[in-house]
């Protein structure tokens, strides 16, 4: 299982773009810290991926600290890309291009509900 942390401006509209849209679960809501912060995880279906939907900390807004902090650039895999390209896309998942074949395989890259990009690559390419 893989676990990301992906910042957020907004966990609920986060929460509800990756639950309702994406087809993840919530496993965890609930308080963390003791300036009413919370700790929301949604895991994909399979169990293999679970994103933690971080609010940016005071601390990561301040520069000196925000470049001792992890960056992370990562891939959700499909077994099908065209077909993940279009349910999500029916749901309004925004897409800059349909997916496109590139030397490591086919591969395209959507926005969620807060502004991240994320890339989709298929997990097997047979052309």
Known sequence: MHKIVVEVSDQERAKKFWTEVVGFEVTTDAPYGDDGGRWVEVTSADGMTALVLSTMSEDAKNPEV????????????????????????????????????????????????????????ERNPTS
């Open 66 to 121: 925000r470049d001792e902090l992890p960056t992370a650039n990562f891939f959700f895999y499909a077994d099908d890309i065209e077909k993940t390209y279009e349910e999500l896309s029916s749901k309004g998942v925004e897409f800059p291009a349909r997916p496109e074949k590139q030397p490591w395989g086919w591969w395209a890259m959507f926005t969620d509900s807060e502004g991240n990009r994320f890339a989709l690559s």
